[in-house]
């Protein structure tokens, strides 16, 4: 496995063989099964694997928790070692974001939703730092996680509206036993904060089950959600939304196809988790 914080010596490997297939997975470290899913899919799909771990500032608004994001990198090129990944990519902050640096690429309406009305500027850095990679590494195939479902559908418009030239690949929510999603901010969560977020997955499964049962009407639903996690004294709701997932406009009665999907604070940090129904 080679670890390079290098542009150049990515570049010499990803075209050493021009006809080999490339599967990238970005991440921001401090990896996770949920992670290690998306890179043994990557294994299985592609000759070569590379991963990044780059901990974007420009997806962090000042008051967000750029400082205090987990980092144990010695572990994460353990799990990486195992998992027989070929590549690592672990750039600086100067490396992408060299002195003079003034472009950027926006995703404009579906940025606004969700996640956007609560972190206006994180999807600008999001957008940016992921068509760098791309750029940088031109992998056949790209994977992501269903967990950051807006994110997922984002990048999919980026890719599709600036004709990116590889295929995305969308995994499965990794969940811990109790349902909670993994998330490499569930380490900063304090043990009785823990213990309430279980509420996340739960508040979900019991929307889902009420949607199963016949209630299609959206107000509903997401009420039974906000007072569910009203009830759990140490979870702040930022957001329950129930959207069309294609556009994420929220929905007034349920179709065919939805997508629930929730931010709750626990002190300091803040968890998202989603369902798609069915
Ligand atoms: P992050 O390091 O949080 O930026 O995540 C890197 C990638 O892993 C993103 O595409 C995430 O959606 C994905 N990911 C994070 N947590 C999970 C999970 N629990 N299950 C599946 N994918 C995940």
Redesign the pocket.
Known sequence: MKVTGEIEVIRQERWADPKASWGL???????????L??VRRARVENDFVVVSIFVNPTQFAPDEDLESYPRDLDRDLALLRDCGVDLVFIPTNETMYPEGFQTTVQVSKITRLLEGRSRPTHFEGVTTIVTKLFNIIQPTKA??????AQ??IVIQRLVEDLNQHLELVI?????EPDGL????RNVRLKPAERSSAEILYKSLMAAKKAYQNGKKDADELRKLVIDMIGEEPLARLDYVSIADPSTLQELSILGDEALISLAVFFGDVRLIDNMLIP
């Open positions: 997975v970005p991440t921001m470290g401090y990896l996770h099964d949920g992670h899913s998306l994977y992501f996680g269903q967990k950051d994110q997922a995994c499965p929510i990794i969940r999603a993994m998330s490499s």
